[in-house]
């Protein structure tokens, strides 16, 4: 009773707030790197609509995650926390009923708005059903051919359900709608890996896609003995071993990807159909990176910029000329999304939420600079992938890996080095910036694990 209450008089000041709230919209990519569209310079891969989003909304070039598995990630994102705070490091753990009142959807909901949830839950394996007003969401990672081969694609049924969330929304109400989709990520139990849709079969014929640098056998060489065991290294072998896997895996990957747009092109569609498009914000962003082969590796959870960055664009009709089409190069992260998506509504964000709102950044108003940040991984699926943690800041990258032994450590320059090819931690030239970075991980652990939710959040100084 006390919680209705509360949510009650929440919702009443976040309507008063602003009445002419829009209605939002959250696209979210599973596997998505950053580089992996063509408004962030990938001259292959197709995306034209997404693209079109950036040239309308803004860019933050320079976006992380706190976390780089999905459902960790996921969980940042919902409740604007690193995982250190909702402990969410586990695929069956679920959010307490306490979280999820204070999860970003659910304040929406209960500030008003109709809310949607379709694809990839991902936190916990109890469905939410009857904390949205239309739901369609699964358990796990789902399949690309629900029905079985041949049938309808997964993408494309997402689409499907999307515009008959649009088509069905009450017109009296704000709605926000999450669309979480399973593409990029591969089909972990099919031997092809990634399974895109017939129709963008033939999509990259003829091109050939560039090998990174950093795949040759030298950099998985550099990496310790439980790296080079890990499963990214098991999975390289199924999706990237050999030449003819490698142009085959990231040609499908690209198409997965390409569906999604055609996603949102039908999205856009649909809004302006309904008159929504000019009242509704947009935002498209990815849970974690992947590698494609750099380091000698597959999937993600390390610290290396594939595995970290992903894409982030907000698109908002309320903006003018001055801001839309415009890119921060600023560092952005997954906890800033919750921030983001209530101060699009209005609302305030509660004192738990660690991450900031991108508005005054976007719209260039004074906004605090990160100076660094703090990555973790703890999921480490019974020893296949090797715990993590480090600090990352615009020039500076250090990360440890707690249960290889000896403990391994990585510094990088990445205004010198950006493709992360030459550790300095064993340099006699940098053991000051070594143990810099060594104490400002050590201040982060401090300053996350003493805050109790209760006065707002600062990263420390």
């Known amino acids: 009773m006390q919680r209705r209450t509360f949510l009650g008089s929440f919702a009443a000041s976040a309507l008063a707030q602003r009445a002419d709230r829009p209605n939002i919209i959250f696209l979210l990519t599973d596997d998505q790197r950053w580089d992996s569209l063509g408004c962030m310079g990938n001259r292959i891969v197709r995306s034209p609509n997404i693209d079109k989003l950036a040239e309308q909304g803004v860019t933050f070039e320079n976006h992380f995650v706190t976390t780089a598995i999905c459902m960790t990630s996921r969980a ?6 690193w995982a250190r705070k909702h402990g969410v490091n586990a695929f069956a753990t679920a959010f307490t009923e306490q979280q999820y009142a204070r999860t970003c959807p659910m304040l929406l909901r209960a500030a008003g708005y109709h809310t949607g949830f379709i694809g990839k839950w991902g936190v916990g394996n109890a469905m939410p059903r009857d904390r949205f007003d239309y739901w369609k969401g699964f358990p796990g990672q789902g399949k690309y051919f629900p029905d079985g081969e041949p049938g309808k694609h997964l993408t494309e049924l ?18 926000c709608l999450s669309v979480s989709f399973k593409a990029a990520h591969v089909q972990d139990e099919d031997p092809r890996q990634f399974l895109p849709s017939p129709a963008t079969g033939h999509t990259y014929d003829g091109v050939t896609i560039p090998v990174p640098k950093t795949a040759s056998p030298r950099y998985i060489a550099m990496l310790p003995p439980e790296i080079q065991r890990s499963e ?7 999706r990237f071993g050999t030449p003819e896997l490698y142009q085959a895996s990231v040609k499908n990957y690209y ?53 970290i960055r992903v894409p982030m664009i907000v698109y908002d ?7 839309r089409g415009s890119r921060r190069k600023e560092m952005t992260l997954n906890v800033d999304i919750a921030p983001t998506l209530l101060e699009a509504a209005g609302i305030a964000p509660p004192v738990e939420m660690q991450g900031r709102s991108l508005y005054p950044l976007a719209e ?54 950006p493709l992360e090819e030459r550790n300095l931690a064993k340099s006699a030239a940098h053991a000051a910036q070594l143990a810099e970075m060594r104490k400002r991980r050590d201040t982060w652990v401090k300053g996350l694990d003493a805050w109790d939710g209760r006065t707002p959040w600062r990263d420390p100084a």
Do not use: C
């Open 232 to 238: 990214n290294r098991r999975r390289w072998a199924v």
């Open 364 to 417: 260039g108003k004074s906004a605090a600079r990160r100076k660094d940040w703090y990555y973790e991984h703890e999921f480490t699926a019974a020893g296949w992938i090797p715990p993590s943690e480090g600090v990352r800041s615009e020039r500076w990258k250090y990360a440890r890996y707690t249960a290889t032994k000896p403990e391994f450590e990585e510094l990088y320059d990445l205004g010198a080095d």
């Open 158 to 175: 997402m689409g499907d359900q999307a515009l008959e969330f649009l088509g069905g929304a009450p017109r009296d109400k704000r709605f």
């Open 76 to 81: 940042s994102i919902f409740t604007g926390q």
């Open 255 to 307: 198409r997965l990807i390409t569906e999604v747009d055609m996603v949102v092109e039908r999205i856009r569609k649909q809004l302006a159909a309904i008159g929504a498009y000019h009242n509704t914000v947009i935002v498209f962003s990815g849970d974690n990176g992947f590698y494609l082969g750099e380091h000698g590796l597959a999937g993600k959870w390390f610290a290396h910029e594939e595995s």
């Open 317 to 323: 009709p309320r903006w003018g000329a001055g801001v």
